[in-house]
């Protein structure tokens, strides 16, 4: 388990030192997802594991590294069940910029979950949905996102893999 921490760490230091290595333009054709742009999403609802209900809290950090193509990290907190959570992942993500009133967008991630008391368990998981704007530098966000856990033991954590909606308000700049 502190390997798999160590690890984690150590990429999540790099991507966001490969992040703040691109130059920061002006957004072009891109818009609000253009080259340059960094985008903010917070994160809140609920969530269920291990027989318990949770309060989620997230925020999310990315880097629009070329025109509909960002590169982030985000941060997720559950609390007031059983076993506190956090989870670490690594995203990229592309939108569809060129769409007019709608942006669709697909992505993909890898992700540490670390839970008090048990072993930590990593997954990789895919994303897609609509961005919608909701101002000149905001966007609602919905859509679908399917997570496999690796190395999963069925006999802990029931599952090992999960489809689950998402939603968020995402604010650039």
Not at 75 to 103: C, D, H, M, R
Not at 118 to 132: C, E, M, T, W
Not at 141 to 146: K, L, N, P, T, Y
Request: hydrophobic share 40%; glycine share 14%; net charge neutral.
């Amino acid at each position: 388990m502190r390997q798999a921490s160590i690890r984690m760490k150590r990429l999540l230091v790099t991507m966001l030192l490969v992040a703040m290595a691109f130059p920061v333009h002006a957004a072009g054709a891109g818009g609000m997802f253009g080259q340059g742009r960094t985008h903010i999403s917070l994160m809140a609802g609920n969530g269920y594991a291990f027989d318990y209900n949770y309060f989620v809290i997230g925020a999310s950090a990315s880097h629009y590294v070329l025109d509909g193509l960002g590169v982030g990290l985000s941060f997720e907190n559950w609390s007031g069940g059983g076993p506190g959570i956090t989870k670490y992942a690594p995203f990229a993500q592309y939108v569809f910029y060129q769409a007019s009133s709608l942006q669709p967008y697909v992505g993909g991630f890898y992700r540490h979950t670390a839970i008090a008391n048990l072993p930590g368990i990593d997954s990789v998981g895919a994303r897609a949905g609509i961005y919608f704007s909701s101002g000149p530098d905001a966007f609602v966000s919905a859509g679908i996102v399917h997570e496999s856990y690796l190395d999963c033991q069925a006999t802990i954590y029931r599952a090992c893999s999960e489809t689950y909606p998402e939603i968020s308000i995402t604010f650039g700049f």
